[in-house]
């Protein structure tokens, strides 16, 4: 589906020959569907991109869809039809992104379509939300998977509010470095070296150094910016257009240190997770590690997941299947192990969800905790280093005018 559009539109009705508005919607076609709906049939329209203000009132948050999943599933876990239930959700709701979202699953729901595939069209309903609704699908349960998913999106919500929490000061610390090296390498520094070279005195190493890479940095400064802006560009249009590129990114990304582990244990806790909800939802064991392996965004991960699928197709165990992936730890091929032993899969891979998502809680708490002892070092360093270089000078100019 196309992206959200401002309409504004001319229409008439019964009681009046014209009647002019403006409306959310993501196509023409919807936009008449939704004024026919309130007695108007439309004339005219003009299709707009969405301004600022109106995007960031209106635009799909992830804690409205968050709010509209839970409450979508308490309206059919009461016994609502599905269809009733979009509706009733669609009127009760005050932003026009969720309302036009909500009017288009209403819309797909009673033309016969499954909710996952009408789903799949908006691109803030992410693959492990689409996992979801799958399985609530395949069981007949939707509202338990709905469910479980609002508790999987409220505790990653909570997650990446301390790692924005965490980052918050270590990432404006390094902007404010950034800023006043340039500003000493730009305007201060020169005219330390115009009044020292005045002098005649010869300069110390690091000072001559200080003052030469001054000299560069003003020459090329943007050329720099330019070749920066040109390479983060580059690198971003790999990422998007060459799914080899992404291969090697998600690769090594698992290697960085701290960050690598947050990415790991999260993929590991959301893969035990649908794990767990597809077994005990009674589906087959390869539609459950399909469903898995799905919901992994590290595409490193997920294209080594859905190696395992040929070993249980070959009657392998699922403990047999995933032992040749070097990334799994022991301790979670040990408990599946145990679980298709005992005969308590669900439980063990309910347990593994919960263990890997404390361990990304304590990892992210690590996280603030080593950022910002180093962004202190780094900046004492910067900014020490270059009022040093500037200070070692006085020195030899107190003998030479002495």
Known sequence: MSSLKLF??????????????????????????ILESKGIKLRKFIAKPVPFTTAYKHEVKYSD???????L????????????ALYELQRSNQRQGVQVLLEALHFQIQQGQKLSVAMQEFHFLDSI?????????????LSTALGYCTQHREKNQQLLKQVKSALIYPTSVII????????????????????????????????QLIVELSTWFQRYFWALLFGLLVFTSLVCLCYRKSPNVRHIIAKHSLNVPILGRCILVSELARFNLLLCNGIQAGLPL???????????????????????????KEGKSLYHSLEALSFLPSIMLKMIKIGEISGTLTVITGRLATLFEQQLKETTDKLGQLIEPLVIVFLG???GGLVLSMYLPIFSLMSVVG
């Open 8 to 33: 504004i539109w001319l229409g008439t009705s019964h009681s009046k020959p014209r009647i002019t508005g403006h409306l959310l919607a993501y196509s023409g076609i919807q936009l008449k569907r």
């Open 65 to 71: 869809i968050t709010t509209f999943t839970h409450q």
């Open 73 to 84: 599933a308490l309206m059919l876990e009461a016994g609502l039809p599905l269809a009733l």
């Open 129 to 141: 939300y689409l996992q979801f609704v799958r399985i609530g699908e395949e069981n007949g349960d």
């Open 176 to 207: 404010m470095a950034c800023a006043v090296f340039t500003i000493m390498m730009t305007f201060v520094i020169p005219q330390f070296s115009s009044l020292f070279h005045s002098f005649g005195a010869e300069l110390p190493k690091l000072t």
């Open 286 to 312: 390869i539609t459950c590690l399909n469903n898995a392996t799905l919901g992994v965004r590290n595409d490193f991960m997920r294209k080594a997941l859905s190696s395992a699928h040929e070993g249980i």
């Open 381 to 383: 360093t910067l900014v």
